[in-house]
């Protein structure tokens, strides 16, 4: 199967499926689309209201990856459901850390 992430020279690149005001904090898996594409589905509590369901996201991914919230830059989809996220670090290190919290 397709995995929502690539490593890239100087981290993780992460495409998001965001599923704001979701109830709970908390990374819901793969996603596999028909295009053959596919997304890391995040819900979060937060309102997609002035970028806070982006900073909760943020959040959830910080926490799954174990780095600083610096590290984690949202590069496109600000106001989209579907999202890329840069992760900066060790890039293999990070997708074996994702993959655990994904269930992939």
């Given at each position: 199967m397709a995995r929502p992430w690539r490593v890239v020279a100087d981290g993780l690149e992460v495409r998001v499926r965001a599923t704001p005001r979701?109830?709970?904090?908390?990374?819901?898996?793969?996603?596999?689309?028909?295009?053959?594409?596919?997304?890391?589905?995040v819900r979060v509590r937060a309102a997609p209201t002035d970028?806070?369901?982006?900073?909760?996201?943020?959040?959830?991914?910080?926490?799954a990856l174990g780095c600083p919230a610096?590290?984690?830059?949202?590069?496109?989809?600000?106001?989209?459901?579907s999202k890329l996220f840069r992760i900066a670090g060790d890039g293999e290190a990070l997708a074996a850390r994702l993959a655990a919290a994904a269930g992939a």
């Amino acid at each position: 199967m397709a995995r929502p992430w690539r490593v890239v020279a100087d981290g993780l690149e992460v495409r998001v499926r965001a599923t704001p005001r979701g109830g709970r904090d908390a990374i819901d898996g793969v996603e596999a689309r028909a295009d053959g594409s596919c997304l890391l589905k995040v819900r979060v509590r937060a309102a997609p209201t002035d970028g806070a369901a982006n900073a909760a996201i943020r959040d959830v991914l910080r926490q799954a990856l174990g780095c600083p919230a610096g590290a984690i830059a949202l590069a496109a989809g600000a106001s989209a459901r579907s999202k890329l996220f840069r992760i900066a670090g060790d890039g293999e290190a990070l997708a074996a850390r994702l993959a655990a919290a994904a269930g992939a």
